[in-house]
């Protein structure tokens, strides 16, 4: 994946066509159910990103891995062999959630201001590809 950074220029990489419920930009939603119809965006189209998120939320099970796995790290040494066993096992357990998380990565999210004056925000970052000068 390229690294995208906030005002750098990026182009479109695939088409994409927008769907769903309508806000207005102010922020209040439309009536309920309203939808405007869908929007295509063209490959290739070029804007400017705005920001750049990166999130990697954890989920409840790599949390609990986490914190037994500390727990181990810190007290492992001091704990009765029945005990540490016991956390072993859960740890074991726990691993291949724990693996997954970390083959994910990072969930990478832009907001992008396009040339015609869209703006796209909330978009995984892997549609755009750094556009040529």
């Not at 207005?24 to 750049?52: C, N, S």
């Not at 990166?54 to 029945?82: I, N, W």
């Not at 869209?118 to 549609?127: A, M, S, Y």
Request: charged letters at 30%; proline letters at 7%; a negative charge.
């Amino acid at each position: 994946m390229t690294t995208l950074v906030a005002g750098h220029r990026v182009r479109l990489g695939a088409d994409l066509v927008l769907a769903g419920p309508v806000t207005l930009a102010e922020g209040t939603p439309a009536e309920k159910d309203a939808v405007a119809g869908t929007l295509a965006l063209a490959a290739g189209l070029e804007g400017t990103v705005d920001r750049v998120y990166e999130d990697q939320a954890e989920p409840p099970m790599v949390r609990e891995y986490v914190r037994l796995k500390s727990l181990l790290d810190d007290y492992g040494h001091q704990m009765p062999p029945e005990s540490r066993k016991r956390l072993e096992d859960e740890l074991s357990s726990l691993e291949p959630e724990w693996t997954a998380f970390q083959q994910r990565g990072l969930r990478v999210t832009v907001r992008v201001r396009f040339d015609n004056g869209f703006v796209l925000d909330d978009i995984p970052g892997d549609v755009f590809v750094p556009a040529s000068d």
